[in-house]
């Protein structure tokens, strides 16, 4: 089972970026899929969460009408699209199999990319 973010990279405010996290050895129908983000110095926390199973979602209050979870089940991909990006948005990007609520790094997590947001 393996999760493989990607997407990240340098924009300015107010610009937007989609991530991707691919997975294979695993049908994310049956699970959910957790956007994490950890800013230097900061502790992880969660971004956004899609469960497999019906396509619910959830945001946390700060991402909320700026970012989006989606999922191409042809690809087992699921996406975040992040517009309106703010400074404070630059971190290192994760995805992580079956996790809503940051606790720890245990399980399956993706590598990392990186969202920087500056002029």
């Known amino acids: 089972v393996q999760l493989q973010a990607s997407g990240g990279g340098l924009v300015q405010p107010g610009s937007s970026l989609r991530l991707a996290c691919a997975a294979s050895g695993i049908n994310l129908d049956y699970y959910f899929l957790g956007w994490f983000r950890q800013a230097p110095g900061k502790e992880r926390e969660a971004v956004a969460c899609?469960?497999?199973?019906?396509?619910?979602?959830r945001y946390e209050d700060f991402v909320k009408g700026r970012f989006t979870i989606s999922r191409d089940k042809s690809l087992n991909t699921v996406y975040l699209d992040m517009h309106s990006l703010k400074p404070e948005d630059t971190a290192d990007y994760y995805c992580?199999?079956?996790?809503?609520?940051?606790?720890?790094?245990?399980?399956?997590w993706g590598q990392g990319t990186q969202v920087t947001v500056s002029s």
């Open positions: 899609l469960s497999g199973k019906d396509g619910a979602t």
């Open positions: 992580a199999l079956d996790k809503c609520v940051y606790k720890d790094n245990t399980g399956v």
